[in-house]
């Protein structure tokens, strides 16, 4: 076996460029997917008991809570754009021998995200 | 040193797109309403708690769980890898394993209901 002799970047190599510094952001928005599982896991546990779910409702209006979720809506809302942007990378559509347009599929694809927001949220407060 | 390949890793990179695929579609409505319409009083507890269990919503939720987590798992290791801190982000099992036990917790809780 070969040793490689790597230079070790320095810890802050993803603050010089501002393409470095977007694709770390784009990588921690895996942070806040993590944060709001975790809030799912509290409100399915605490849905059998009416009163810890009462302090989870509670938490809601809470005002760390309502930053969690600026942060959290920032973070997954460049999620998604980002995804969305990488949709005709990883789907390659053809039509009669000829590549379908790439901003056709991320059209679609954005499309598709705002009839899925709009009947989520449709479903919640109708 | 042998170098196996690891047959593993085609299943976690599938769940880490699947659960991209699902947080990217989902997640800016679902921190809406649990950001937006439940503080601002759009939707009251009772028909909150009524619609957490429900058992088709509980069958979503812990899908979700079980996507995002694998997602967060896959994605935060190997940045943490990229960040230097490769020490914690290369010991695979802590966010794998972490992501097991969380989706084990979300599907005992909708059990319990």
Do not use: C
Not at chain 1, 98 to 126: D, H, K
Not at chain 2, 32 to 43: K, N, R, S
Not at chain 2, 74 to 91: Q, S, T
């Amino acid at each position: 076996m070969t040793r490689e002799l790597t230079k070790p970047l320095p810890w802050n190599w993803w603050l010089k460029k501002t393409a470095y510094f977007r694709f770390m952001m784009r990588e921690l928005t895996s942070l806040a997917v993590f944060a709001y599982a975790l809030l799912i896991i509290w409100a399915l546990w605490s849905a059998a008991d009416a009163g810890a779910f009462s302090a989870l409702y509670t938490f809601l209006s809470n005002s760390l809570s309502l930053w969690l979720h600026v942060v959290i809506l920032a973070l997954a809302l460049y999620h998604t754009a980002t995804w969305i942007a990488l949709t005709p990378k990883v789907t390659v559509l053809w039509r009669n021998d000829e590549r379908v347009e790439p901003g056709l599929i991320v059209g679609a694809t954005s499309i598709l995200f705002l009839i899925i927001s709009g009947a989520v949220i449709w479903l919640v407060l109708m | 040193m042998s170098s196996s390949p690891d047959r593993s890793a085609p299943l976690f990179w599938l769940l880490f797109a699947g659960g991209g695929t699902a947080s990217a579609m989902l997640l800016p409505a679902l921190v809406f309403v649990t950001g937006v319409a439940v503080p601002a009083g759009w939707v009251s507890e009772n028909d909150l708690l009524s619609l957490v269990r429900n058992p088709a919503t509980q069958f979503v939720l812990v899908g979700l769980v079980f996507l995002f987590l694998f997602h967060w798992a896959h994605r935060f290791r190997y940045a943490l890898v990229d960040l230097g801190l490769g020490l914690i982000g290369k010991r695979a099992w802590l966010f794998y394993g972490t992501a097991l036990v969380g989706t084990i917790v979300a599907g005992l809780a909708a059990l319990r209901l």
